[in-house]
């Protein structure tokens, strides 16, 4: 049974809310992949704690408090991903488990030293915005996912998801990383894969991968 911490669950929900400030107990389920039982029984914690909103086939909402120390998670992670990734040389793929272990250990002291070393890093290696020592989100550039441009069409990415290694390997591989240039080559109907066009060279990617990879909507 995976052992999954309340900091990872309050990030995880504010980094996965909607337009309205909730988001679903199914959605938590998918991003820890876990069984929606335990979500439901954590969830139930973490409303008695006084960090959620919860109510029973509603939409779960961080509370203040709630809010403040998921922000505050998000912070110390993609901190460290960026000192893992700029200062250690670790690749992109490599970063997110390591700075989960690290978040959790580190004191707010080390934390604000890592930035000012940084010199005050506004996203992570994965195109994150990483939230100020005050709370504050850098603005971020109107995206949306490569799997939405039409034919032909030309974006910059700006931004991946960072939920599977395996995913940001094969993507480094084929070339896309953050302010690369990709042009959708071919749409295809039956199954909506694409074929992409990077430094001139074409890729074959399913729909999945390209709902993953987020570029600047112009």
Excluded: C
């Excluded at 999954?4 to 995880?12: A, M, P, Q, T």
Aim: aromatic fraction near 8%.
């Amino acid at each position: 049974m995976k052992n999954i911490s309340k900091e990872d669950y309050l990030s995880v929900i504010f980094k996965n809310l909607n337009y309205d400030g909730e988001i679903k107990p199914n959605i938590i389920a998918a991003k820890l992949s876990i069984s929606n039982a335990a979500v439901t029984d954590m969830l139930k914690k973490l409303a008695k704690d006084g960090f959620v909103v919860y109510k029973r086939y509603k939409g779960i909402q961080l509370t203040e408090e709630g809010e403040s120390y998921a922000r505050n998670m998000v912070r110390r992670h993609r901190i460290w991903e960026v000192f893992l990734n700029q200062v250690v040389g670790m690749p992109w793929d490599k970063v997110h488990d390591e700075a989960n272990r690290l978040e959790h250990s580190s004191s707010d002291d080390l934390i604000d030293r890592l930035e000012v070393m940084l010199d005050y890093p506004e996203y992570d290696p994965h195109g994150d915005p990483i939230p100020s020592k005050e709370g504050k989100l850098p603005k971020i550039k109107k995206h949306r996912p490569l799997s939405e441009l039409k034919e032909n069409e030309t974006s910059t990415v700006i931004r991946v998801n960072d939920f599977d290694e395996s995913f940001l390997k094969y993507i480094s591989k084929i070339g896309i990383k953050l302010k690369e240039k990709i042009t959708v080559k071919e749409r295809r109907t039956f199954d909506k894969s694409m074929e992409i066009l990077i430094n001139g060279k074409p890729w074959n990617i399913s729909n999945k991968l390209a709902q993953n990879i987020f570029v600047e909507m112009k």
